[in-house]
């Protein structure tokens, strides 16, 4: 399996507000449909930079395969803009599902890991490290824009760095990557530059993931998902200054 991908980044010409011509960099956009079995699923707008992991962290996501060994193969074509993703099974899904801002999550709190007995604790200055150091990763956003950013962290350290066009496909991908390297989701604090919305907390529960954490902000019921499932929800966190929704005894506080 290759990770052959699109250039997230295209050259334009645009004039500004005193009538002057220039180049600017803005970030790329295709779209790219997700076949099973040779079923049609779902057409994603995205960057196109990780395309065999965004396809398999959908499906992962979605309930469309359960393990990764039930993938024989994956194949992109770039020509007619599609991802081919054939299961040893070949069975049809009888479910297809348009994209928008959200992706139509199929997850409910009582299909996710229990996370509840997980209690990963977080350190204040790890919070402040790794809010310092995402800041430095987003290399299309700085030369772009128009992208989201999501991130896998073990303690300090940043396992994987994704950006896309939508939040939905950044973490569908790094749900791939943990597929296609095993990485486990218990030891690990997942970051978004999104928002956390019901469907966040619930994608992220569902990689075995109980520390959540967001540079947006947060809506009453993403809340009250992290809430049930037991969470760290860390919300509006930027620079030193962050805010905990849920799981705040999981935080230990400097001093």
């Known amino acids: 399996m290759t990770n052959a991908g699109f250039n997230p980044i295209r050259s334009v010409t645009a004039t500004d507000e005193n009538g002057q011509v220039s180049t600017v960099q803005v970030a790329s956009e295709i ?4 076949l099973m079995n040779e079923e049609k699923i779902v057409t994603l707008m995205t960057l196109g930079t990780h395309p065999k992991a965004l396809a398999i962290g959908y499906l992962r996501n979605q309930r469309l395969i359960k393990e990764m060994p039930e993938i024989q193969s994956i194949h992109v074509n770039w020509e007619n803009g599609t991802i081919q993703v054939n299961t040893f099974a070949g069975e049809k899904t009888r479910r297809a599902v348009t994209a928008g801002c959200g992706q139509g999550v199929v997850l409910s709190l009582n299909q996710l890991h229990d996370i509840h007995r997980l209690k990963l604790n977080i350190q204040q200055t790890l919070i402040d490290a790794l809010l310092h150091t995402l800041t430095q990763q987003n290399e299309i956003h700085r030369q772009a824009g128009g992208v989201h950013s999501c991130a896998l962290c073990q303690g300090s350290e940043i396992i994987a760095f994704v950006e896309d066009v939508g939040r939905h496909n950044a ?14 989701g218990d030891n690990k604090i997942f970051y978004t530059t999104g928002r956390l919305t019901s469907e966040m907390v619930m994608k992220v529960a569902n990689l075995g993931i109980s520390v959540l954490l967001s540079r947006s902000g947060v809506t009453y019921k993403g809340i009250q998902n992290a809430q049930e499932i037991g969470m760290t929800l860390i919300a509006h966190a930027k620079g030193q200054q962050f805010l905990i929704f849920s799981g705040e005894k999981n935080v230990v506080f400097d001093g």
Do not use: F, K
């Open 171 to 184: 973490v569908d991908t790094i749900a791939g990557l943990m597929w296609l390297h095993n990485w486990p």
């Open 31 to 34: 779209s790219l449909t997700l």
